[in-house]
């Protein structure tokens, strides 16, 4: 079984997830509007929660890179999770990330996002990382461009128009 580093910003660690983490993320899942931009709106089912943990663990060892588990410094609990994720539909790899309602607005979703494409930069031979963000999504939005990715389109994915960002590698000029 690949051993999944974990990183550490400025106030986070970037952990893997474990099956420890389905309840906290299952409670996070359940919290009004967290849920409002993605393309399936409907809150999980524990079981479901504990299958995309474990879908994590697996996609590690497909492709070296995942989702970990976000704990701010000197606390034990998930707080969400964020990342790195293949997509097959585009043969890309997307950044991404997901918060509790409590932790919106600190400044987190950037230090993950950052932290998640240094990663991949520094580990991977992408060209390019994407972002796929909903139109009305307002602070993630902020998010992408504060990070470096830059809007190419507004494409329809799953069923929901998205907008496409792009950040390329800067080793690949």
């Known amino acids: 079984m690949m051993e999944i580093p974990t990183l550490q910003t400025q106030r986070l ?7 420890a983490d389905a309840l906290t993320l299952h409670d996070i899942y359940q919290t009004e509007g967290v849920l409002q931009y993605f393309p399936n709106q409907n809150p999980p089912p524990l079981e479901k929660v ?3 943990i474990s879908g994590q663990q697996a996609h590690w060892e497909a492709y070296g890179y995942g989702n970990w588990g976000i704990v701010p410094k000197g606390e034990v609990e998930i707080i969400g ?3 790195l ?4 539909e585009t043969d890309e790899t997307e950044v991404g990330y997901l918060l509790s309602r409590q932790s919106w607005g600190k400044g987190y979703a950037t230090e993950v996002t950052r932290a998640s494409i240094q990663f991949g930069f520094e580990h991977f031979n992408f060209p390019k990382i994407i972002a796929l963000v909903h139109p009305d999504n307002v602070a ?6 504060k990070c470096g990715l830059t809007v190419v ?3 329809v ?7 496409r960002h792009t950040v390329k590698n800067p080793q690949k000029n």
């Open 13 to 19: 660690s970037l952990r893997p997830l474990v099956p």
């Open 50 to 52: 504990e299958q995309f």
């Open 81 to 83: 999770w964020a990342g």
């Open 85 to 88: 994720q293949f997509l097959p």
């Open 140 to 145: 993630s939005l902020k998010v992408a461009a």
């Open 153 to 155: 389109e507004h494409k």
């Open 157 to 163: 994915y799953w069923g929901i128009e998205m907008v």
